[in-house]
RNA sequence: GCCCGUUUAGCUCAGUCGGUAGAGCAAAUGACUGUUAAUCAUUGGGUCGUUGGUUCAAGUCCAUCAACGGGCGCCA
């Protein structure tokens, strides 16, 4: 095979030196020909820029030039060359053009703009594209420093069950996981059961669901552990029709033994600061696109530097909700202590306010999950949530309550089951068993790469977007 | 789930007062001394999202469903 003799055109050009005996497997991405020379750009998704492959008059018919197109699959075989023209530094001269896979006239990617809706209607061919390409790439290279950061820092990456049998913390609708025939039981004479499914029939002999979070399983490891985190796929089945929602979606969530709120706070701060500067140091080619074509106020760049140098703000609750009722501005849903926050809430704090990312802190119990510290005013919980501009919540997290008797009021004014067969007995057990202050957060890795790229929807984020009435590809 | 908008050539869109359809780009063909999403010329390409209604006549007006886009809620 030639896979490991062929030379990837990013180093090629990264090196741009001369070369002779090169091999090159790629993609064409466009074709000019004129009466004396013709010109392929190749692109093998190594990086965003192509090489040039010159060819002379003589030679068109020799390489039956003609069979070639904008999408054609190519091996090529050559030397490098200084470039004669402009554009580019070293160019190739084929010794033998070779067509791996023809492309007809209408292959869909066109030498012209896709706008991204009509893209996303073409999932199996958009990564081909210089965005799409850019954008994957991205992803890739934030995911090694998701991990970078926190195995620098200490942290253990851990592995939490994708399906199972609790609802998390009621953190939003569930797919159900089942083996059961559903076919069968629709057919099934009614007068025969009761009405009621029988689970013990079903696979875990229980219901189960994709689960909405690996937090409650992060926290077990912990205990343990000291520092975890977990990067995998998480499950939402909340008809949510928006640019920032999706069914399946990644998310990355620390959690911390040891730990109060305000090392959660300062911890996600060091995250997004070490992401922002990663960025910049190791994806120039990818945030130049993003900050030339994708974001119109070209301020993509300049976000990044400002997220590393400026200090994120700490707002409680109770202050934010002063702020907004003191603000000039008129909401369509008015501010009053015990409300959540709404969407144009967020964005007056961030966008307006504070111009910067802000980590309100301290909400009312009322609107916040169960397992959330209370805090000795009774009234609130040691929840965080971090606001970033444009995007709204990128980050929510919260102190764990550590206390076995609080946590069980919680528990049991929240209706969640206690039994340790279906219901979080476990979870409340931890307390009992050198219990810990400890705390966590969840970062939505889409929206995370939306935020440092612009890209405006989510959609367009992930190669295979999971969204209602939606799972091709 | 709610509100608003869109649906016409492969793509992006025009289409006036209801009278059977247009541009740019793309493609094909040709021209062109090194091009950079080349340029210039020519050609082909349409069940006007679905179903129904009003009308002598519907891309155009009305209803319906659907898909897509944007906003809201829920959240990450």
Request: glycine share 6%.
């Amino acid at each position: 095979m030639d896979y490991f003799k062929r030379s990837r055109i990013k180093a090629l050009l990264t090196e741009g030196k001369e070369k002779n005996d090169v091999m090159i497997l790629g993609w064409v991405r466009t074709k000019r020909v004129s009466k004396n020379v013709a010109f392929l750009e190749i692109n093998d998704g190594s990086g965003l820029k192509n090489i040039q492959v010159v060819i002379e008059a003589t030679d068109i018919e020799k390489f039956n030039l003609s069979s070639i197109n904008t999408g054609a699959s190519v091996k090529i075989m050559g030397n490098l060359v200084k470039s004669l023209g402009k554009g580019q530094s070293v160019e190739m001269q084929p010794t033998t053009i070779e067509l791996l896979g023809s492309a007809p006239e209408d292959y869909p990617l066109q030498k012209k703009r896709h706008s991204n809706e009509f893209l996303r209607e073409i999932a199996h061919l958009r990564p081909r594209t210089n965005l799409f390409g850019v954008i994957n790439r991205f992803r890739s290279k934030m995911a090694y420093a998701v991990h970078s950061f926190f195995q620098g820092q200490g942290f253990y990456y851990a592995h939490t069950p994708i399906i199972t049998a609790n609802d998390a913390e009621g953190a939003g609708e569930t797919f159900q996981v089942t083996t059961l025939n559903l076919q069968k039981l629709l057919n099934a004479d009614p007068k025969k059961g009761n009405g009621i499914i029988d689970y013990s029939q079903d696979f875990f002999a229980s219901p189960t669901n994709l689960s909405v979070s690996g937090q409650l399983e992060a926290e077990i490891l912990a205990t343990a552990l000291g520092d975890v985190y977990t990067f995998g796929p998480t499950f939402r089945a909340e008809k949510s029709n928006t640019t920032r929602h999706l069914s399946e979606f990644w998310m990355i969530e620390p959690e911390m033994a040891f730990a109060d709120l305000q090392t959660d706070a300062k911890m996600a701060e060091m995250f997004l600061k070490y992401l922002a500067q990663y960025a910049l140091d190791n994806c120039q080619e990818e945030m130049e696109l993003f900050n030339k074509f994708v974001d119109k106020t070209h301020t993509r760049i300049l976000t990044l530097e400002n997220i590393v140098k400026s200090d994120f703000e700490t707002v409680t609750y109770t202050d934010a909700v002063k702020i907004l009722e003191n603000a000039k501005k008129k909401f369509e849903f008015p501010v009053k202590w015990g409300i959540d926050l709404q969407s144009e809430h967020e964005r007056y704090l961030t966008e307006n306010h504070f111009k910067k990312p802000v980590a309100v802190i301290d909400y009312p119990k009322d609107i916040k999950a169960f397992y959330m510290r209370l805090n000795d005013d009774e009234k609130t919980v040691a929840a965080m949530d971090v606001l970033v501009p444009q995007v709204g919540e990128i980050i929510g997290g919260s102190q764990r309550e550590d206390r076995y008797d609080y946590l069980e009021r919680a528990m049991i004014k929240n209706n969640i089951p206690m039994d340790n067969e279906h219901g979080l007995g476990w979870y409340l057990e931890l307390r009992k068993h050198g219990s810990v202050p400890h705390a966590g957060f969840g970062l939505g890795f889409a929206r995370l790469l939306m935020y440092f790229s612009g890209v405006s929807n989510v959609r367009d984020i992930i190669p295979f977007p999971r969204t209602p009435k939606n799972a091709r590809f």
